[in-house]
């Protein structure tokens, strides 16, 4: 058995104990309520539309909720469509260093397998945990290279973090846990290529799927392959993988999920520092001559697209998102990416005088502006994501956007979540939404 599969399959049926692994579940918790508010908040979007009727069309058992349909589902099914649904709106969290979103794949498989065998909240929360964490080493572990590559982490790393989160609350031994995830390392999938369209939240839905189907086998004695991951011809190997080994040091100890970060603007990521950086300055639009941004090279390939014509379009490009920061749109506001925006002659002639510079010296969390007025003043901001932010700021700041999004409906998910899910409650919210 390889060494990543083998601290994978331990950290995966361990304990979770000690002080930094109550500060892990604290956030894992936060994330939960963000997770489940995004999920909400995406039913109306027609990706996620299709894949309900999807399921309803397939029919199945009644074994776990769907966002949005009031009668329950196949766990598989359930997975599947919650999945693409939190992610409809690429407004859930990101952890930088994994180069993904974790929570919307490990999460839905986590919930429809508690929904289905009734797990105490505190198995959720722990499951949850450990899948985000071993979804995020394993982002790490396949690194910059298989993300270049064209590879999206959400949905590789993501469907090893189902995995472990669906065989734990399903109490697979070792043994079966290395077959669970051998048995991953051949359905794993998902390529950036698919960004800007429904695919990319489809990657989601795969990966939560995936932990789901391959959890249940290993359950019921299907067997793989140990050598799966990191032996020869495994997933690592054939799918570009930096294959840092280091980043699976310390597993239980430290907790990578504590530098997870949570999104305040309804776009991707990768923009965020500049929006936050805009925030700085006070200008009119109408007096801008041009704009410079300052960005890791990391992003010009995930969210330049120089002339969106769809809103999701719009989610990823530095340009457009940069002119409708400086014209006063909300960019926190999920109405404010519309094909509408997109078409906007304003706002296009606009962001053709943004200029978007690529820059080894920048942090990849962080980014630098100038913006110059036709006067010839110009002014200049910074920003960086990994500030550190408090539990509490974070709580208050996540609770806001949850009561911004979902209005009257938040405050009985925010209290059914809290610090230790209340799992019926928090389904039956997901399936009224």
């Not at 929360?125 to 080493?137: C, H, T």
């Not at 090893?160 to 031994?173: E, I, K, M, N």
């Not at 249940?216 to 930096?242: E, L, N, V, W």
């Not at 925006?341 to 942090?363: E, G, T």
């Amino acid at each position: 058995m390889g060494m990543v599969m083998n601290e994978l399959t331990r950290f995966g049926v361990g304990p979770v104990k000690g002080d930094a692994g109550h500060q892990a579940r604290e956030v894992m918790a936060l994330s939960l309520l963000d997770w489940a508010t995004v999920t909400i908040a995406g039913v109306g979007e027609p990706v996620a539309r299709i894949m309900r009727e999807m399921a309803v069309d397939d029919g199945g058992g009644a074994q776990a909720s769907v966002a949005g349909l009031s009668r329950k589902f196949p766990v598989r099914a359930a997975a599947m469509v919650n999945g693409t649904t939190s992610h409809a709106l690429d407004y859930d969290d990101t952890h930088f260093a994994h180069i993904g979103h974790p929570s919307v794949a490990v999460v839905p498989a986590a919930l429809a397998i508690a929904d289905w065998i009734e797990a105490p909240g505190s198995d959720l929360l722990d499951a949850a945990l450990v899948g985000v964490e071993g979804s995020i080493r394993i982002g790490r572990w396949l690194g910059r290279s298989h993300y270049q590559t064209g590879f999206h982490q959400t949905a590789t790393a993501g469907a090893f973090g189902a995995t472990l989160a669906a065989g734990r609350l399903l109490a697979l031994s070792a043994h079966q846990m290395t077959q669970a995830l051998g048995l991953c390392a051949t359905r794993a999938a998902g390529l950036k290529s698919q960004f800007g369209t429904m695919g990319k939240p489809y990657h989601a839905g795969l990966a939560a799927q995936t932990g789901v189907e391959v959890a249940r086998a290993a359950k019921a004695g299907f067997i793989s392959t140990s050598d799966g991951i990191d032996g020869p011809q495994g997933f690592g190997p054939t799918h570009a993988a930096q294959a840092d080994n280091t980043v699976f040091e310390r597993p239980g100890q430290h907790w990578d999920i504590l530098s997870i970060s949570h999104k305040f603007h309804a776009c991707c990521h990768g923009t965020h520092a500049m929006l936050e950086a805009l925030a700085q300055i006070e200008c009119a639009a109408p007096d801008i001559a041009e704009m410079q941004l300052w960005t890791h090279p990391r992003w010009m390939s995930v969210c330049n697209i120089p002339h969106p014509k769809t809103g999701m379009e719009v989610k990823f490009s530095f340009a457009h998102c940069a002119a409708m920061a400086l014209s006063g749109v909300d960019t926190s506001a999920l109405d404010s990416f519309s094909d509408e925006i997109a078409r906007d002659s304003f706002l296009s002639a606009l962001a053709s005088r943004v200029h978007v510079v690529a820059d080894d010296n920048i942090a990849e969390t962080a980014a630098r502006v100038e913006v110059t007025l036709r006067s010839g003043a110009a002014f200049t901001a910074e920003h960086n994501l990994n500030q550190t932010m408090t539990i509490e700021t974070r709580r208050e700041k996540l609770e806001a956007k949850s009561r911004a999004l979902l209005g009257p409906r938040a405050e009985p998910l925010i209290d059914a979540v809290g610090s230790l899910p209340d799992v019926p409650t928090l389904c039956g919210l997901l399936r009224s939404a």
